[in-house]
Each structure stands twice: as structure tokens, then as C-alpha cells.
């Protein structure tokens, strides 16, 4: 399952339940290609201002 989240600037965030090996194959099969004229990059998102705070 995965949502999208964002406006047309070119940017989302996605969350997608997977297995680290199956993460690790969706962004080599997807990072840097072309779809609709922009280049995609897929990278793993920074933990949230909150769970970080939690952390230190």
C-alpha cells in the first residue's frame, strides 16, 4: 500500500510497506528515470523533526 502526499511542484512523499530488499530494488528500477519530463530520484526520507527529538 502506498500514498502520495504533495502538489504539483514535482515533489511527494511516499510511504510503502516493504522488505528492505524490495525497497532496494524499487529505487535502483526507479531512481533517475524519466516520467512525464522530470528525472525521478527516490531516497529515503529524513526521520520527522519529532522522532529525531525523541531520539537524543
Do not use: H
Not at 12 to 32: H, P, Q, R, V
Amino acid at each position: 500500500m502506498f500514498i502520495i502526499f504533495g502538489d504539483c511542484r514535482g515533489f511527494a512523499y511516499i510511504i510503502i510497506e516493504s522488505t528492505a530488499d524490495n525497497w532496494k530494488k524499487c529505487m535502483s528500477l526507479f531512481n533517475g528515470v524519466k516520467w512525464k519530463g522530470m528525472t525521478l530520484k527516490i531516497q529515503d526520507a529524513k526521520p520527522d523533526y519529532k522522532q529525531r527529538l525523541k531520539e537524543e
